[in-house]
């Protein structure tokens, strides 16, 4: 069973630009959450999504937004970048088919430097 | 509000002996998840153990056991017989179990040093 892929691994920006990542889950899991880890921050919860609806936000500004399409596959996009959105994304799918026991599965990550 | 702390920035252990990685947390829900994942220089986090707030007995998961003192909410991990494999940086997360949705808070992790 393949693993949760993310494309692209590695990505260089400059400011002011979009950019658009992407999450394929693990075959059949219907949940899919994004990460943002930085060297100071850690990892910081931007949002998950189930079956195409998003459920739960942290606290980041509206230039990040994120769907989920019918096949459970996830983007994120961040506009208008800033410096400071230099960090490694990770993306996590679970099942869902319970509420705790589920475990959460993480990509590789996209590492997006801005610059 | 959820917190989740890991109060040892940096660890280090001898090869063959075990360690423990500390983790505090703090929750208003009755009912929650606890996590631990592992992080090599490689970025990918990987799933080591999973504790609910409900369970008796402590989890354990090979060399991985939790160790889970609910009147402290403290789930500290415990590595025993570390190998040099196991040098990374160690989250614990949890995750509440009753309200809607699969959002999971982190700490600021553990640097785990095992030395030969």
């Known amino acids: 069973k393949a693993g949760v892929t993310q494309t692209p691994r590695y990505l260089i920006k400059t400011r002011g630009q979009q950019v658009t990542l992407s999450c394929s889950p693990i075959?059949?899991?219907?949940?899919v959450s994004w990460y943002q880890q930085t060297p100071g921050q850690g990892l910081q919860f931007l949002f998950e999504?189930?079956?195409?609806?998003?459920?739960n936000k942290g606290n980041f500004p509206g230039r990040f937004s994120g769907r989920q399409f019918s096949n459970s596959r996830s983007e994120m996009n961040v506009s208008t970048l800033e410096l400071g959105d230099s960090a490694l994304y990770l993306c996590?799918?679970?099942?869902?088919?319970?509420?705790?026991?589920?475990?959460?599965?993480f990509g590789p990550g996209t590492r997006l430097t801005v610059l | 509000a959820q917190k989740i702390t890991q109060t040892q920035p940096g660890m280090f252990v001898q090869e063959k002996e075990a360690v423990t990685l500390d983790c505090t947390y703090d929750?208003?829900?009755?009912?929650?998840?606890l996590f631990w994942y592992k992080q090599p220089s490689s970025g990918e986090m990987i799933f080591l153990i999973y504790?609910?707030?409900?369970?008796?007995q402590n989890a354990t998961e090979g060399r991985y056991s939790l160790n889970f003192q609910k009147a402290r909410k403290s789930a500290n991990l415990v590595i025993s017989a570390s190998q040099l494999g196991d040098s990374a940086m160690y989250f614990c997360?949890?995750?509440?179990?009753?309200?809607?949705?699969?959002?999971?808070?982190f700490g600021a992790g553990t640097r785990l040093f095992v030395k030969a």
């Open positions: 996590a799918s679970l099942l869902g088919a319970s509420q705790g026991t589920d475990t959460q599965y």
């Open positions: 997360a949890m995750r509440p179990l009753l309200t809607g949705g699969f959002k999971t808070i």
């Open positions: 999504y189930f079956s195409e609806t998003q459920r």
């Open positions: 929750t208003s829900d009755p009912s929650y998840g």
């Open positions: 504790q609910g707030s409900y369970d008796q």
């Open positions: 075959s059949g899991h219907r949940s």
